[in-house]
T-cell receptor, first 112, second 115 residues
């Protein structure tokens, strides 16, 4: 079984600033995948970024990047140059085989 | 591609009524998932189909819930009889088999309210 923990229920950031969301996970698997999903008020679940556990290099997608610390089972998301459209709930998830297990989510509010 | 299509977007029903939620996965995706999202429990996997066959239904809450996938392009989640505690957002998601590394593509969800 995989468990995912997001310890920050809410975060607030000024437009153009940087915010980092924390995520830890627990798995007994050697090969697994990690994801960050964004859920804006429209409630659509949007894949933001993914990381393969066997890759040491941290994934980057435009303004979104991760800090993957495999030994610590940590997978944080950094949003740089925050924009108003980044306001959403962000879910960390881990996957092995077919099942995605989600954390409780962090609500991010970007202030103008 | 139109993405994963769910209907209806909103559903309000009275306790005891039957509710049917519908999902059309992305063409070519042969894995389909139903998730439920609530404030208390977050996102929970209800059932997973692979090639139209239910593989893991351990997340289905009780016998009132049933899911079918009669063909590769259609799935239903049925609740009969519905109860107020079933109120939630229900998501359908699909992926290509064996490619969980790509993540899932989610539909827009159905918000169910049982009064």
């Amino acid at each position: 079984a995989q468990t995912v923990t997001q310890s920050q229920p809410e975060m607030s950031v000024q437009e153009a600033e940087t915010v980092t969301l924390s995520c830890t996970y627990d798995t007994s698997e050697n090969n697994y995948y990690l994801f960050w999903y964004k859920q804006p008020p429209s409630r659509q679940m949007i894949l933001v970024i993914r990381q393969e556990a066997y890759k040491q290099q941290n994934a980057t997608e435009n303004r979104f990047s991760v800090n993957f610390q495999k030994a610590a089972k940590s997978f944080s998301l950094k949003i740089s140059d925050s924009q108003l459209g980044d306001t959403a709930m962000y879910f960390c998830a881990s996957a092995n085989d077919y099942k995605l297990s989600f954390g409780a989510g962090t609500t991010v509010t970007v202030r103008a | 591609d139109a993405g994963v299509i769910q209907s209806p977007r909103h559903e309000v029903t009275e306790m005891g009524q039957e509710v049917t939620l519908r999902c059309k996965p992305i063409s070519g995706h042969n894995s389909l998932f139903w998730y439920r999202q609530t404030m208390m429990r977050g996102l929970e996997l209800l059932i997973y189909f692979n090639n139209n066959v239910p593989i893991d239904d351990s997340g289905m809450p009780e016998d009132r819930f049933s899911a079918k996938m009669p063909n590769a392009s259609f799935s239903t989640l049925k609740i009969q009889p519905s109860e107020p505690r079933d109120s939630a957002v229900y998501f359908c998601a699909s992926s290509r088999q064996g490619l969980v590394r790509d993540g899932y593509t989610f539909g827009s969800g159905t918000r169910l309210t049982v009064v």
